[in-house]
Nanobody, 127 residues
């Protein structure tokens, strides 16, 4: 059974930092590109960042470029999102998602282009 489990969310003041992690099990981690999305109530999922399966490529949403960094640890089957200089508009539930390398490009904005999803971890940034 495949599982993606996010952790690291919480409450932080504006300007602060958080590090989210997503641990994968039940899949061959090296065969999946990984992405982070976020969602706020009443809005659709928003792409945040992606990393290719062997970490050679990353891509970020314009809104987080320069503040967020995505990375992965193959030995731990974990993908992380370091979030610095957080803003209130970063408040959301953050989800990690896995996309098989067989599906082509390492990231997509379409939710149905991802095979597996975690249940999310909440981030609240107070002003």
């Amino acid at each position: 059974q495949v599982q993606l489990v996010e952790s690291g969310g919480g409450l932080v003041q504006a300007g602060g930092s958080l590090r989210l992690s997503c641990t994968a099990s039940g899949l061959e981690f090296s065969q999946y590109h990984m992405s982070w999305f976020r969602q706020t109530p009443g809005k659709e999922h928003e792409f945040v960042a992606a990393i290719s399966r062997i970490s050679e490529r990353t891509h970020y949403a314009d809104s987080v470029t320069g503040r967020f960094t995505i990375s992965r640890d193959a030995a731990k089957s974990t993908v992380s999102l370091q979030m610095n200089n957080l803003k209130p508009e970063d408040s959301a539930v953050y989800y990690c998602a896995a996309r098989s390398f067989r599906r082509g490009t390492y990231y997509s904005f379409r939710l149905d282009d991802y095979t597996y999803w975690g249940r999310g971890t909440g981030v609240t940034v107070s002003s």
